[in-house]
């Protein structure tokens, strides 16, 4: 008989699919809405438009998948999240700093910089240290 999965197993397979299915949608109005980026003058080449909804296309697909692989306990599922989260916010923070022109996120870059580090120092410690990866019943 399969044992219960622990709360945090619960909480944190969530957080990874929520950051995938973001990811996914950040690719989807990147890619409908690209036409009107053009027309307003983005500074985004067609080049770096496609790149981009690919690598978040791909970043979100694999962080979803790395959460059914978690909530399975897979020992594989950890290494594909651990590559999802800092890639998530690699491509995020790649976005943010080079291609955002709006004055308020221009404000906000640097307290986005820290939530994008406390992020992948979060998920990454979680799925990495023995102790929390025994709090969400992943095994040693």
Known sequence: ???RRPFWLWLFSLWI???GI????RALVLWHERDLLFELGSSFSPLTLV???VLWSLD???LVVSAVGL???QTWA???ARIGIALSVLIFQAYLWGFVQSGLMRQRRPVLLIAGLFT????SGALTWSRSRRWLGLGN
């Open 1 to 3: 008989m399969e044992r």
């Open 17 to 19: 699919l929520s950051l």
């Open 22 to 25: 973001a990811n996914l949608w």
């Open 51 to 53: 790149l981009f909804v």
């Open 60 to 62: 979100g697909g694999s």
């Open 71 to 73: 909530w399975l306990r």
């Open 78 to 80: 950890r290494h594909v």
């Open 120 to 123: 992948l120092f979060v998920g």
